[in-house]
């Protein structure tokens, strides 16, 4: 009897945890996607833009060490790029969107190639339209003419556009260059990512009106190494 008992209590324990565990799931769930953004995905509605300007010659030669040469002619050939644009991605104050509209409006082919000056590569500018340039709110070339903007609205330091020798660089004091040479940009709105030991990009904060701004969630995601490698100019 004791035996029948404990039996009955035990699959009425089971059928408990069955009942309730898809609440558990979804409550779980929700609760993951109201941390990010309340918004989440919803085309225009951010707060504020991250600017990430890639160093060309890190990504060129990581492409040549993982044999991605013939992917990356585009952008590794002869000319001489340094900082280029990697993109202009929607943020939260917490998280951020991405593909926002699905499918994705077509991105016209003369919006793209007027972008090849500044995101050498046709794939890259495809795919940032479709992953963060739906978030934005903004029409195709709408979009990109604010990555322009944004991009003019950054000065480059002197020293880093024809980089003919490598050269090792605490990601602060990269950031005091960025810094120095671009008034009313602070420490706050600014910061560096790395591989294993060469600079990746530099990520500077923005507003919509494309001001500098303080952004915390940035900075949690920077460059923890002491210096970094800058590989020089391709033909610098």
Known sequence: MFHS???LGFRLLVSLIFLLTPAFLAAGSSGSASAQDRRQNAPG???FYVLALSWSPSFCEAAEERGNVDRSKAQCGERPFSFVVHGLWPQYDRGYPEYCKRPAPRLERNVMVSMLDLMPAPGLIYNEWDKHGTCSGLGTRAYFETIRKARAVVKIPDE???LSKPKM???DELEADFIKANPGLSATAISVTCDSRRLSEVRICMSKDLQFR???ENERRACRREQVLMPPVRGG
Request: net charge negative; hydrophobic share 40%.
């Open 160 to 162: 880093l556009l024809q």
């Open 169 to 171: 660089i605490s990601p």
């Open 214 to 216: 303080p952004c915390e």
């Open 45 to 47: 509605e951010f707060d």
């Open 5 to 7: 008992l404990s039996m």
